[in-house]
Nanobody
Framework: QVQLVESGGALVQPGESLKLSCAAS????????MYWIRQPPDKGLEWVAF???????FYPDAVRGRFTVSGDDAKNTMYLQMDSLQIEDTAIYYC????????RGKGTLVTVSS
């Protein structure tokens, strides 16, 4: 059974960093396409990171250079390191399998506010 559980969200100030976790079960996250997506308040879903099974990573312009995906094979967990956070990064963050609209967890809330 595929399950994804996001964690690590918090209230932080602009410029600070945060690391989110996506614990996967029922499959090996490194063998499928994996996405980090987010939903800002009153807005639609947007992708913020994509990990191809070959290990290549892709980011949209809005977060490139600030967000970094990594993983832990032993824990079957994918991470999203977020640096230089901005108020516009406030959102519920999800990890998704296979596509941005694929199976995902319940999300974790990141609030960036001064």
């Amino acid at each position: 059974q595929v399950q994804l559980v996001e964690s690590g969200g918090a209230l932080v100030q602009p410029g600070e960093s945060l690391k989110l976790s996506c614990a996967a079960s029922g499959f090996n996250f490194k063998t499928v396409e994996m996405y980090w997506i987010r939903q800002p308040p009153d807005k639609g879903l947007e992708w913020v990171a994509f990990r191809h099974p070959d290990g290549k990573l892709f980011y949209p312009d809005a977060v490139r250079g600030r967000f970094t995906v990594s993983g832990d094979d032993a824990k079957n967990t994918m991470y999203l390191q977020m640096d230089s956070l901005q108020i516009e990064d406030t959102a519920i963050y999800y990890c998704a399998k296979d596509s941005p609209s694929g199976p995902r967890g319940k999300g974790t809330l990141v609030t960036v506010s001064s």
